[in-house]
């Protein structure tokens, strides 16, 4: 259609006439609660999940995690469990249907079964209703899930005396050596230039070197080591005289034996 001078309208028709870009779209035709995933429903999940990951820290703080003693191979009384969150594996293969020669059964099979089935859950149900007695299907494989888990790390606990196996376990902790350090040696001068960074000021050790205190080391020794190295310790770490490096070694020796008298 022509007006005015020569101007054409030309209509497409692959465009609809009431097209809304970038519209949410109306949610009340869905039942149940009537809100946006993005960012309405979504925020909220974020909200609970802060809730409850600040009470489980809070939790960790209020009650951290008992530390066992070293593991030692030839204690063979020694009973290993897993972890509380896998305990209920633990006691799945006690049962004779998935241990011994069921033993893929019961550590692959069935657990890949049960978290696939969970996972498969959002995919199975795929309904409209929020509701979970409307949701059969997902509602049940969640109660089942958490139901099993429940009920085998209860079983799994149960059979466990966790206050005689925490008394047995304590970790053994050092002896600590009250050991009065002659800082007038010359001895001293030397290892505070060399060793004092990495041994401590009272030869007390740290997270880059042992204690110096309780070894069992001559004089010669000590000196090998200082030069040579030793385990983690390169060489090259002593940097002095020969006189200075028997100084140093016979300081050691002697706050050793000052330690072993005592």
């Known amino acids: 259609m022509k007006r005015g001078k020569g101007m ?36 909220k999940e974020w909200l609970v999940g802060a809730v409850f990951l600040v009470g489980f820290l809070c939790l960790t703080i209020a009650h951290p995690a008992p ?4 593991a030692d191979p030839t204690d063979t009384a020694y009973l290993p469990l897993p972890d509380w969150y896998f305990l209920f594996l633990y006691q799945l293969l006690k049962y004779k249907f998935a241990s011994g020669p069921f033993f893929v059964l019961g550590a692959m099979v069935i657990p890949g079964l049960a978290f696939g089935a969970l996972f498969l859950a959002p995919f199975l149900d795929r309904g409209k209703e929020r509701r979970p007695h409307k949701r059969p299907i997902s509602t049940g494989l969640m109660l089942l899930g958490f139901i099993g888990v429940f009920w085998l ?8 005396d966790w206050e ?21 040696d010359p001895g ?18 740290g997270a880059a070197a042992p204690t110096l205190v309780g070894i069992e080391y001559s004089v010669d020794e000590i000196k090998d080591i200082a030069v040579n190295g030793i385990n983690t310790m390169p060489a090259d770490q002593f940097q002095g005289s020969d006189e200075e490096l028997q100084q140093l070694a016979e300081f050691i020796v002697s706050v050793n034996e000052q330690a072993a008298e005592e």
């Open 8 to 43: 054409t309208f030309v209509g497409d028709s692959r465009i609809p006439s009431d097209k809304k870009k970038f519209i949410p779209k109306d949610y009340s035709e869905y039942p149940g609660r009537t809100e946006a995933f993005w960012p309405n429903f979504l925020l």
């Open 67 to 70: 530390l066992e003693k070293m």
């Open 153 to 160: 790390t209860y079983e799994a606990a149960a059979h466990v």
């Open 164 to 184: 005689a196996k925490a008394e047995n376990n304590k970790p053994v902790l050092p002896e600590e050596t009250s050991v009065e350090i002659d800082t007038e």
């Open 188 to 205: 001293y001068a030397v290892y505070e230039n060399s060793c004092l960074q990495c041994h401590g000021g009272e030869l007390e050790g």
